[in-house]
């Protein structure tokens, strides 16, 4: 069985900032890209960031620039670093990391931005 526990969401003002983070735990050899996903209330699933096992990274349109990705191999945890928040920011995100056969995802963590 394999955990993925979201942590670090929560209430904040436009400008503001958040961390993510999202550690996996299991009988877990070996994970690959991790990652960070959104979804709006009505509206589609977006990806926020991605980074490889090697460090690589990839954002999503509407996020970069103001995310930051990050991982601890040793923690099996993935980051997502947030600043100058913005309303439409608001979503729950969920993490999520790859194996060889598989996508494990975390349940979830709300991030919600006033304006």
């Known amino acids: 069985q394999v955990q993925m526990v979201e942590s670090g969401g929560g209430l904040v003002q436009a400008g503001g900032s958040l961390r993510l983070s999202c550690a996996a735990s299991?009988?877990?050899?070996?994970?690959?890209?991790m990652g960070w996903c959104r979804q709006a209330p009505g509206k589609q699933r977006e990806l926020v960031a991605v980074?490889?096992?090697?460090?690589?990274?990839d954002y999503g349109n509407f996020v970069k620039g103001r995310f930051t990705i990050s991982r601890d191999n040793a923690k099996n945890t993935v980051y997502l670093h947030m600043i100058s928040l913005k309303p439409e920011d608001t979503a729950v995100y969920y993490c999520?990391?790859?194996?060889?056969?598989?996508?494990?995802w975390g349940q979830g963590t709300h991030v919600t931005v006033s304006s």
């Open positions: 999520y990391a790859d194996t060889i056969t598989s996508r494990m």
């Open positions: 980074i490889s096992s090697g460090g690589t990274t």
């Open positions: 299991g009988n877990i050899f070996s994970i690959n890209d």
